[in-house]
């Protein structure tokens, strides 16, 4: 189960991420996403800006916060690995996965929000 979108590949675990990130901070994901597409090697320097509001926006989040806060472990080795990994972030994928996976068996129902599950 693969969706292409643009340059990368986004698996059904992937989709639901963005699905929660979009639902809560759509116009900064919008913003950082232009400018990464259009800064393909240094969108890491151009897109800061823009990557801090997304930051900031889905750290507000109660559902958000609760993935970050059960996986940070698994999400401290995907940010390490973007980071040592800048122009190739596609290297990343096992990480994604295991950060991904582990998002996904978060019990979300105490934050008392309707998160887009996985079909």
Not at 30 to 53: F, H, I, R
Not at 56 to 73: E, L, V, W
Not at 87 to 97: F, I, L, N, R
Request: aromatic fraction near 6%; glycine fraction near 4%; proline fraction near 3%.
């Amino acid at each position: 189960m693969k969706k292409v979108r643009g340059t990368g590949v986004i698996t059904a675990n992937m989709q639901v991420a963005m699905d929660i990130t979009t639902k809560y901070c759509h116009k900064e994901m919008e913003s950082y996403g232009q400018c990464v597409a259009s800064n393909p090697s240094t969108w890491q320097q151009n897109c800061q800006d823009l990557k801090m509001k997304v930051a900031r926006c889905t750290s507000t989040h109660p559902a958000i916060q609760k993935i970050r806060s059960d996986c940070s472990n698994e999400f401290a080795m995907f940010d390490r690995c973007l980071r040592e990994n800048a122009t190739s972030p596609s290297s990343c994928s096992a990480d994604v996965v295991r950060f991904l996976g582990c998002a996904e068996t978060v019990d979300l129902a105490s934050v008392g929000e309707h998160v887009p599950q996985a079909s």
